[in-house]
Structure formats: structure tokens, C-alpha cells
């Protein structure tokens, strides 16, 4: 192996490749990391050869407020000066301010928050209050969604990649809206709203409204597309659900705080959740976090009634910590004023001005620094790009100084949220340059 002080960057390759165990990866060298990251200051990282890279995945679609954000890092210094660990059943006042604030940005109604160690058990436990609230079995959740990888959060998930899991019953999927390439012949915005909304009906009848317990969706749905809901669908949904006791829980794991320009996703389309889960955005994910926000009649629910649910590291005080002044500064810095800017004024127009100059770009969509590319081979057929020539753009963004999000037959366009105009016009170059390299 290369000795550290000769050649850091290929020493972090090889260790990684070495002793790491990959997650949703083979594990031969041929499939490992082609990237080593050092450091990072704001919407940068470096290597450990010293190249530079401007971060547009935000890492895992989390580091909202960029990297080494100052107040952030002053907040582990201090808890972790004061307390670095405590047990869940303690009173702390870090833990308590971290749930007031998300109870103070969450609707109405939400006073209660139950923190886990990340979006994935945030959706298990979500999942199981709603089972115990209603005394009904069936989750429904979309066929392209992402809800984790832990036993029920992954068979919820309604990707390819979902594994069959026999102790996790009572999962059923069902087609969201997805205008590009629609299920339900449909070609406006409203008429794809519709159907949907009359596809999930049918799904509710034919499984038994009496035996579902919640719909678990994504407002926004994220690694699956970025599909903004067209106009009606959440409020439809939240009606269906209203006239039959089911439960509506929105994952914000992704979408949530200031990724599209709101505290959550589900803010800018007029509908009410019973449960909110969250992740990543909260914190930035500098020390992990996540947890539901709870609507108070579930929440009394268990007020004689044990919640049978709980993790050593359930609001963790340095997690807690850096929520507190997650939250604080997206509201004193403006942030969220920031995407909304970037977004109408920077982000949005280059992107659909890089869609003009080529053809391979089918679909543009998108809000706040939450876009997608959707790349094909014929706009009028909508043919995906090929998988192969995705790896290859893939490596030429990297290759050029950009971490990219490549997914299937997108690029999501994901910096953080203090992502600035010349920073975009930069990136802007970087895809222009690969495209016409790769497809014309
Ligand atoms: N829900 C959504 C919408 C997500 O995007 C993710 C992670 N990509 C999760 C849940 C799972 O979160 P985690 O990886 O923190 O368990």
C-alpha cells in the first residue's frame, strides 16, 4: 500500500477500497470510489491531492447550509464541551430547544417531536405510530420513492431496488404523478393531478380502506426524479385520507428545509400531513439526526399508552445541538429568501437556458436548489440516455471539478442552499462542457 506521505490521495483510494465495506455497491475495486474528499469550506470540497470541486450533490442532498458552517461547528464546541452524551430519557434543554424550534416551524398543531439517528428509522418509527394510532395494518407509498433501507422504510420504498423483506407485511405501492412520463395518458399538469388522485382511490377500495393505516409519501419526491406535484394532488391526497381515518405521513427527509425554498416541502403546496419525518436539511448532517414531527392527537394518543420505540442516540445532545443552530441560522442568514432568489433569478433560468442548447436535455424541473436534468436520446420519443453514457458524464463532471448527483437518466442539480450566482454560472460551464462532449 502507498505510505500516507507519499501520496495522500492514493492512500485514501486504497484504504477506502482496502477496508470499507460499500454501501449500495459491489465491493471490487472496479466499483469504488473515484473521489477522495478532505475538506470543505460553503458549496467547495477538496482532495486529498488538492483539487478543487464545487459540491452540487450537497454530499447526500444534506448539507444545506454548506460545509463548516461556522455556527454549526461553534454549536459542537460547545455542547461537547458542556455534555457530549446522554440517555434518551433525560431531560436536556439542547434536545428540548432542537423539538420546540421544529414544532415552531411545523403547522399548527405539531408540539411533538421523536428524534432517531436518521431519515430511515424516522419512517420506521412513523410508520409504527400510525399502525398503533389506527389498529390498521397497511402502509400505501409510491412506486418511485425513497424511504430508506432498514426492514419496513426499504419495502416502502418504491424503487427497483427494494428487497423483499417477509416480517415487513403490509406494503403496497401505487403510482404517483410524473407528467414526463405519465401512467395516466395525460398531458396537463391538472389532468395528471386527477388521475392520480383517481388511480389512488381504486388502490384504496381494492385494498380495503378499513386496513390501511397511512399513506407514506414524499412531497417532492427526491432520488426518484424530483417530481413537483402537480396542482391539487397533495390536498387530494390529504381528502382521500380524511374520508377514511387514514393517516398522511410526508417524508421531508429530503426535500425539507430550504431545499425548495421552504421549511418544508409540503409548505408551498397547501396540504397537512399528520406526520412529518425529517433527516439530512435539519442539520446539514454534521452529526447524525433525524426524527417525526408529531400532530397532537397522535401524540396524546400515547399518552397512557407506551410508544414501544427508541434508540440509544435518540437526540443526541451534539445532533441536537447543531439542529438548534441549523434552524436559527436558516431563519437570521435568510435562507430560505436566498433559494427562492437563486432559484427564480439564477438557478432556474440557466438550467432551462442550458436546456435550449441541447436537445438532450427532455425535461427540466425543479424548485429551489432541487432540480433535475432528464436526459434522452429524442425529445419526441423521450428515449433515456443510455447508462453508459450516464457513467461517462458522470466522470467527465468529476473529471472537470463538479460533484454531481447522476441517477438513471438525470442529473439533479443539488447544491447547497448559500450556493452563489457566480458559483452556479460556474457549474453552468462544467455541464455545458460535458454534454457537448457526450451527447452533442
Ligand atoms: N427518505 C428520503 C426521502 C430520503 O431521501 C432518504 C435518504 N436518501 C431517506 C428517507 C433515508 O434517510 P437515511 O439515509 O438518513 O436513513
Given at each position: 500500500?502507498?505510505?500516507?506521505?507519499?501520496?495522500?490521495?492514493?492512500?485514501?483510494?486504497?484504504?477506502?477500497?482496502?477496508?470499507?465495506?460499500?454501501?449500495?455497491?459491489?465491493?471490487?475495486?472496479?466499483?469504488?470510489?473515484?473521489?477522495?474528499?478532505?475538506?470543505g469550506l460553503g458549496t467547495r470540497v477538496?482532495?486529498?491531492?488538492?483539487?478543487?470541486?464545487l459540491d452540487f450533490s450537497s454530499q447526500h442532498v444534506n448539507v444545506n447550509l454548506g460545509h463548516q458552517h461556522p455556527a454549526l461547528?461553534?454549536?459542537?464546541?460547545?455542547?461537547?464541551?458542556?455534555?457530549?452524551?446522554?440517555?434518551?430519557?433525560?431531560?436536556?434543554?439542547?434536545?428540548?430547544?432542537?423539538?420546540?424550534r421544529?414544532?415552531?416551524i411545523?403547522?399548527?398543531?405539531?408540539?411533538?417531536?421523536?428524534?432517531?439517528?436518521?431519515?430511515?428509522?424516522?419512517?420506521?418509527?412513523?410508520?409504527?405510530?400510525?399502525?398503533?394510532?389506527?389498529?390498521?395494518?397497511?402502509?400505501?407509498?409510491?412506486?418511485?420513492?425513497?424511504?430508506?433501507?432498514?426492514?419496513?422504510?426499504?419495502?416502502?420504498?418504491?424503487?427497483?431496488?427494494?428487497?423483499?423483506?417477509?416480517?415487513?407485511?403490509?406494503?403496497?405501492?401505487?403510482?404517483?404523478?410524473?407528467?414526463?412520463?405519465?401512467?395516466?395518458?395525460?398531458?396537463?399538469?391538472?389532468?395528471?393531478?386527477?388521475?392520480?388522485?383517481?388511480?389512488?382511490?381504486?388502490?384504496?377500495?381494492?385494498?380495503?380502506?378499513?386496513?390501511?393505516?397511512?399513506?407514506?409519501?414524499?412531497?417532492v419526491?427526491g432520488?426518484?426524479?424530483i417530481?413537483?406535484?402537480?396542482?391539487?394532488?397533495?390536498?387530494?391526497?390529504?381528502?382521500?385520507?380524511?374520508?377514511?381515518?387514514?393517516?398522511?405521513?410526508?417524508?421531508e427527509v429530503m426535500c425539507g428545509f430550504g431545499r425548495t425554498g421552504e421549511w418544508f416541502a409540503?409548505d408551498a403546496?397547501?396540504?397537512?400531513?399528520?406526520?412529518?419525518?425529517f433527516a439530512k436539511g435539519v442539520n446539514s448532517g454534521y452529526?447524525?439526526?433525524?426524527?417525526?414531527?408529531?400532530?397532537?392527537?397522535?401524540?396524546?394518543?400515547?399518552?397512557?399508552?407506551?410508544?414501544?420505540?427508541?434508540?440509544?442516540?435518540?437526540?443526541?445532545?451534539?445532533?441536537?445541538?447543531t439542529v438548534?443552530a441549523s434552524l436559527d441560522t436558516i431563519a437570521s442568514e435568510g435562507v430560505l429568501e436566498h433559494v427562492r432568489d437563486i432559484s427564480e433569478n439564477h438557478l432556474g433560468?440557466a438550467l432551462?437556458?442550458?436546456?435550449?442548447?441541447?436537445?438532450?436535455?427532455?425535461?427540466?424541473?425543479g424548485r429551489g436548489v432541487f432540480w433535475?436534468?432528464?436526459?434522452?436520446?429524442?425529445?419526441?420519443?423521450?428515449?433515456?440516455?443510455?447508462?453508459?453514457?450516464?457513467?461517462?458524464?458522470?466522470?467527465?463532471?468529476?473529471?472537470?471539478?463538479?460533484l454531481?448527483f447522476?441517477?438513471?437518466?438525470?442529473?439533479h442539480v443539488l447544491p447547497p442552499c448559500i450556493v452563489t450566482p457566480a458559483e452556479i454560472?460556474?457549474a453552468?460551464?462544467?455541464?455545458?462542457?460535458?454534454?457537448?462532449?457526450?451527447?452533442?
Amino acid at each position: 500500500m502507498t505510505e500516507p506521505h507519499d501520496d495522500l490521495d492514493a492512500y485514501a483510494l486504497e484504504l477506502d477500497q482496502a477496508h470499507i465495506f460499500h454501501s449500495w455497491s459491489a465491493q471490487a475495486p472496479a466499483h469504488a470510489a473515484a473521489v477522495s474528499i478532505k475538506s470543505g469550506l460553503g458549496t467547495r470540497v477538496w482532495d486529498y491531492a488538492g483539487n478543487e470541486y464545487l459540491d452540487f450533490s450537497s454530499q447526500h442532498v444534506n448539507v444545506n447550509l454548506g460545509h463548516q458552517h461556522p455556527a454549526l461547528l461553534e454549536a459542537i464546541r460547545v455542547q461537547s464541551q458542556l455534555l457530549a452524551t446522554i440517555s434518551p430519557p433525560t431531560a436536556n434543554i439542547t434536545r428540548g430547544e432542537a423539538a420546540k424550534r421544529l414544532a415552531a416551524i411545523a403547522p399548527e398543531g405539531f408540539n411533538r417531536v421523536f428524534f432517531t439517528n436518521g431519515g430511515s428509522d424516522a419512517n420506521e418509527n412513523a410508520m409504527r405510530m400510525a399502525r398503533l394510532y389506527t389498529g390498521r395494518d397497511k402502509i400505501l407509498s409510491a412506486y418511485r420513492s425513497y424511504h430508506g433501507n432498514t426492514g419496513s422504510s426499504i419495502v416502502a420504498t418504491g424503487d427497483p431496488r427494494r428487497i423483499p423483506n417477509e416480517f415487513a407485511r403490509g406494503h403496497v405501492h401505487f403510482f404517483g404523478p410524473y407528467l414526463y412520463r405519465s401512467e395516466f395518458w395525460a398531458t396537463t399538469p391538472e389532468q395528471e393531478s386527477e388521475r392520480a388522485l383517481q388511480h389512488l382511490r381504486r388502490v384504496i377500495e381494492a385494498e380495503g380502506a378499513q386496513t390501511i393505516a397511512a399513506v407514506l409519501l414524499e412531497p417532492v419526491p427526491g432520488t426518484p426524479g424530483i417530481m413537483l406535484p402537480p396542482p391539487g394532488y397533495l390536498a387530494g391526497v390529504r381528502e382521500l385520507c380524511d374520508e377514511q381515518g387514514i393517516l398522511l405521513i410526508f417524508d421531508e427527509v429530503m426535500c425539507g428545509f430550504g431545499r425548495t425554498g421552504e421549511w418544508f416541502a409540503f409548505d408551498a403546496f397547501d396540504a397537512r400531513p399528520d406526520l412529518v419525518t425529517f433527516a439530512k436539511g435539519v442539520n446539514s448532517g454534521y452529526v447524525p439526526i433525524g426524527g417525526v414531527i408529531i400532530d397532537d392527537p397522535i401524540a396524546a394518543h400515547f399518552n397512557d399508552r407506551v410508544f414501544p420505540g427508541g434508540l440509544t442516540y435518540s437526540g443526541h445532545p451534539l445532533a441536537a445541538a447543531t439542529v438548534v443552530a441549523s434552524l436559527d441560522t436558516i431563519a437570521s442568514e435568510g435562507v430560505l429568501e436566498h433559494v427562492r432568489d437563486i432559484s427564480e433569478n439564477h438557478l432556474g433560468p440557466a438550467l432551462h437556458a442550458l436546456a435550449e442548447r441541447h436537445p438532450s436535455i427532455g425535461e427540466v424541473r425543479g424548485r429551489g436548489v432541487f432540480w433535475a436534468l432528464e436526459l434522452v436520446t429524442d425529445r419526441a420519443t423521450r428515449e433515456p440516455v443510455p447508462a453508459a453514457t450516464m457513467g461517462r458524464i458522470r466522470a467527465g463532471l468529476v473529471e472537470r471539478g463538479l460533484l454531481p448527483f447522476v441517477s438513471e437518466n438525470r442529473i439533479h442539480v443539488l447544491p447547497p442552499c448559500i450556493v452563489t450566482p457566480a458559483e452556479i454560472a460556474e457549474a453552468m460551464e462544467i455541464y455545458d462542457a460535458v454534454l457537448t462532449l457526450e451527447l452533442g
